[in-house]
């Protein structure tokens, strides 16, 4: 019989549900919270309700499109943390119920971990041990990958996430929630060295991300005092400048982690791994450098089930299933 998991991720704000049937994804269906925008960031209150809404219409269509009967499921899985802890519950929950209901066994997933294992949905796959620079709205981290489940955090942000520092330059700019997307949008138009923005640099393989933000702030203020449209004139050369300085300050740790660790396969994962000016940056580091390069489909890039199917394959092929005790841990550790 088929090893058929149904996954089902609810960190943040895109509900979502997945099912993979002996490794491979049959679907990855995503509902994304729209509620969010007008506030400028995710409001934890409404992204559990919204999770509740959105879950079953998911998981619903996830078995309905995968051609496998729910009665045919091996096993649950769900994402245990980090993330937001109202967000993560509503998933916990569900698994718990439909495991229970079904009789099959429970398997808790780590986000970041998911992140990294969306590599190893679609062909060609990196070799262990490789290095994958996860970066996400939450999270900005160099991780050497061992083995599916054997990662170790050699660097990460002391303070703000690199997705956090495109969405809150973005803001000071006037565009709207998520503003990374966006910023990636106009920076395609603008020239990167306009505006010269400080890259911070923190030691070892540390990285900071919350001088930019105050940096992009006074810069504006100063600029808007002489003239009003300011920002609008120059729209684009101040995405372009602001996303080269942080794909700058990115690839300088990266470039030292694969130098430290001696390794040649890279990859990057998460949300602002859907950035174009990182994907390119990298291609070109990894032609000078002789890197073979990993880029996830923009469709693993956000947050998603099948990086979490994924990785619940992997767990299931080892046994590591969960009690119905488990707990979400929204500051969940890789
Ligand atoms: O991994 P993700 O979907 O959710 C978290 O786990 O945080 O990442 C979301 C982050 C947001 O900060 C969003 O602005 C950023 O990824 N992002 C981008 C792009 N697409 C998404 N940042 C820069 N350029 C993009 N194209
Ligand atoms: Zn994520």
């Known amino acids: 019989m088929k090893i058929n998991i149904l996954a089902i991720e609810s960190s943040c704000d895109e509900t979502s549900a997945s099912i993979i049937s002996d490794g491979k994804i049959l679907n990855n269906i995503i509902a994304t919270q729209s509620v969010h925008e007008k506030y400028g960031g995710v409001v934890p209150e409404l992204a559990s309700r919204a999770h509740q809404q959105h879950l079953i219409p998911v998981v619903h269509e996830a078995i309905a499109t995968s051609g496998i009967t729910k009665e045919e499921l091996s096993a649950v899985a769900f994402t245990r943390g980090p993330g937001l802890m109202g967000s993560l519950l509503v998933g916990v929950s569900f698994a718990k119920s439909f495991a229970y209901a079904l009789d099959v066994p429970l398997i808790d997933v780590n986000h970041m971990q998911a992140h990294i294992l969306a590599h190893f949905i679609d062909d060609p796959k990196p070799t262990f041990p490789f290095i994958c620079l996860t970066v996400s709205g939450g999270h900005t981290q160099l991780v050497l990958v061992k083995d599916h489940l054997d990662m170790e955090v050699i660097g990460e942000t002391l303070d703000d996430a690199v997705g956090e520092a495109f969405d809150k330059t973005a803001k000071l700019l006037g565009l709207p929630y998520p503003g990374g997307p966006l910023i990636d949008k ?140 488990v707990v979400p841990e929204a500051r969940m550790k890789i």
């Open 186 to 325: 106009y920076a395609k138009e603008g020239n990167p060295k306009a505006f010269s923005f400080p890259v911070s640099d923190m030691p070892n393989l540390s990285y900071s991300f919350s001088g930019i933000k105050t940096a992009v702030l006074y810069f504006l203020r100063d600029q808007l005092k002489n003239n009003p449209k300011f920002i609008e004139e120059n729209l684009a050369d101040l995405c372009a400048s602001i996303q080269f300085t942080l794909i700058k300050m990115l690839l300088q740790k990266l470039k030292k982690a694969a130098d430290i660790y001696g390794v040649k396969d890279i990859a990057i994962a998460g949300g602002v791994s859907a950035n174009s000016g990182l994907r390119n940056e990298l291609q070109s580091l990894a032609k000078k450098h002789g890197w073979r390069t990993f880029i996830p489909k923009f469709e693993y890039c956000t947050d998603n089930a099948a990086m979490i199917a994924m990785a619940a394959h992997y767990k299931y092929l080892k046994g590591e299933f969960c009690g119905m005790d």
